[in-house]
């Protein structure tokens, strides 16, 4: 069972531009989701490669969407990091 955290970190660094968002799991720990920037773009319709703040607020605001998202990631790929992709959000 998976419990998130209460808010989205942003990505930080060129190399990782998008959103994260962590969870409690019991067997592996703490998990992090990574919903990338194509994800804020062509998901959630949103998205700034430049300004970490805004696609944190859109992660905000797409939160049950991108749990429940999340909950799919980790069935198909069980793991301490797990990256979001599209069919995660069908």
Same mark, same amino acid.
């Given at each position: 069972m998976l419990t998130f955290d209460t808010s989205f970190v942003s990505g930080g660094a060129e190399d990782v531009l998008g959103c994260m968002l962590w969870a409690d !799991?019991?067997? %592996?720990? &703490? +998990?992090? %989701?990574h919903i990338r920037n194509p994800i804020l +773009?062509? +998901?959630?319709h949103g998205g700034n490669p430049i300004d970490h703040d !805004?696609? +944190?607020k859109l992660c905000e605001t797409c939160r049950p &969407?991108?749990?429940? $998202?999340?909950?799919? $990631? %980790?069935i198909r790929e069980q793991s301490a990091r797990v990256e979001l992709s599209l069919i995660d959000f069908r």
């Open positions: !799991e019991p067997k %592996f720990g &703490r +998990v992090r %989701f +773009v062509d +998901v959630l !805004e696609n +944190v &969407r991108i749990e429940k $998202a999340c909950r799919r $990631a %980790f």
